[in-house]
């Protein structure tokens, strides 16, 4: 092999090396707060978020609190609530604004967890749930 080939085969692993290196994953970083992995991603400090679903199909009216503050919501079918992966403490009541006996359902979930749920069958019937994350 001639000189210039053996310089050139020297040059090519360095720079394949230097090319490998830059391939390393650097999502993981010390201090754990990158905030742009997919759910899917097995790393303990993800956290799901919260979602506080009322199912009924009738028309209801409630309040969802959380370390944001207080909201009054009403709709006439089933909805959702994106609370954020680290809500504090959440305190929902929904209440029934008919005297249908069809079963209003509330629901706390983190992630596809089920934390919190409780329904109520009754006429213009209440339900109250909340929990500390």
Not at 23 to 47: L, Y
Request: net charge positive; with cysteine.
């Amino acid at each position: 092999m001639s000189r210039i080939s053996k310089y050139l085969s020297i040059i090519l692993i360095f720079l394949l090396v230097i090319f490998a290196s830059g391939c390393v994953n650097t999502q993981n970083n010390s201090t754990g707060n990158n905030t742009n992995q997919s759910p899917s991603t097995n790393n303990s400090s993800f956290t799901p978020n919260v979602i506080v679903t009322v199912a009924y199909q009738g028309s209801w009216n409630g309040t969802i609190s959380d370390n944001t503050g207080n909201r009054t919501v009403q709709g006439t079918s089933s909805n959702n609530y994106n609370l954020g992966p680290n809500p504090g403490t959440v305190s929902v009541t929904f209440r029934k604004t008919d005297n249908s006996t069809l079963p209003l359902r509330v629901q706390i979930f983190q992630g596809n967890k089920v934390i919190e749920s409780q329904s109520t069958n009754e006429s213009f019937g209440t339900v109250s749930i909340s929990h500390i994350f």
